[in-house]
């Protein structure tokens, strides 16, 4: 499966963002998704993800209650929106997937084989 997000973007704090990731190739209802960030100098962060029928998901504690992920089987995508921004959510966003028809998810990089190419979220305080 091929990975492209869009959706990045500046923000002010407080403010709202809709990020997308399309998929392409190989069936995409097979793929649990997640989504990560990543800032320079730090290591990838797990953000949230969705099992392969979105009947789960997890997100990280920073970011519990401010954003959602979903997904639309039927148009091969994925999204997180983000709402109550902070400086702190300031990174390079990445989606990425991992062949999986379990309905249980993990955050670990590790596990998602397929990365798309990141889109840029800058929240300015």
């Known amino acids: 499966v091929q990975l492209q997000a869009s959706g990045g973007g500046l923000a002010q704090t407080g403010g709202s963002l809709r990020l997308s990731c399309a998929a392409s190739?190989?069936?995409?209802?097979?793929?649990?998704m997640a989504w990560f960030r990543q800032t320079p100098g730090k290591e990838r962060e797990f953000v949230a993800a969705i099992s392969w029928n979105g009947g789960t998901t997890i997100y990280a504690d920073s970011v519990k209650g401010r954003f959602t992920i979903s997904r639309d089987n039927t148009k091969n995508t994925v999204s997180l929106q983000m709402n109550s921004l902070k400086p702190e959510d300031t990174a390079v966003y990445y989606c990425?997937?991992?062949?999986?028809?379990?309905?249980?998810?993990?955050?670990?990089?590790?596990?998602?084989?397929?990365w798309g190419q990141g889109t840029l979220v800058t929240v300015s305080s």
């Open positions: 190739g190989r069936s995409f209802s097979n793929y649990a």
């Open positions: 990425a997937a991992r062949f999986s028809k379990s309905p249980t998810v993990v955050g670990g990089d590790r596990y998602y084989s397929a």
